[in-house]
């Protein structure tokens, strides 16, 4: 399927390019008969790389992780791991109850973020003088609709700390976000 490879103000190798969609198409095919398309990130971060990636599934839902490493090839190698292990957990889980294909059921309502045209990539920073810098990132997306289940298990694929989504039960807006002592906390807004 479709894999962009790109450098954010760097310039990549072709070898570089095609060892990240090789392995991660690699990755993804062992794990997934669904259709997917893909965007892999490397920009220089400090001293070392950090390697965005997005997967894109046909039907819906988004896996997006990060790896950062002093290497290029390291923090690409570390983001497709990080796929590959949302992708196994998540069969396991299938397998436990019965049917190991990731389907569109599994995701009903779940929406590619920035919808509207934002790209996730685009830095949206303006700076203060004087005291420091206000980091101001904004974006428009639909938040998806869930019961409590299933999205503490969207929750749990993805890399974000956070998730907003309607509550499927209620049709009010909740929050679901992992706390410091490595629990769920959820938020009801009424």
């Known amino acids: 399927m479709a894999i962009r490879v790109s450098g954010k103000n760097i310039d990549l190798g072709d ?14 095919r062992k794990y997934v008969e669904a259709g997917y398309s ?16 997005a997967v894109h599934f046909d039907h819906g839902p988004v896996m997006h992780v990060t790896g950062e490493a002093a290497d290029a090839y ?5 983001a497709v791991e990080r796929i590959a292990k949302q992708l196994r957990r998540f069969k396991r889980k299938r397998d436990r109850h019965g049917d190991n294909r990731l389907v569109a059921d599994d995701f009903a309502g779940a929406r590619e973020p920035f919808a509207n045209g934002h790209d996730e990539h685009e830095d949206d920073v303006i700076e203060m003088t004087g005291g420091g810098a206000a ?5 428009v997306a639909a938040a998806p609709r869930h019961s409590t289940t299933t999205a503490v298990a969207a929750f749990e694929r993805s890399d974000s700390p956070v998730l907003v989504f309607r509550n499927s039960g209620t049709e009010r807006v909740n929050v679901l976000y992992r706390r410091k002592d490595g629990h769920y906390g959820w938020v009801d807004i009424g």
């Open 74 to 78: 390291q923090s690409v190698g570390i």
């Open 135 to 139: 980091i101001i990132a904004e974006a």
């Open 15 to 28: 070898v570089l390019r095609g060892q990240a969609e090789s392995r991660l198409n690699e990755a993804v």
């Open 38 to 53: 893909g965007h892999v990130t490397v920009a220089k971060d400090g001293f070392g790389f950090k390697t965005e990636c």
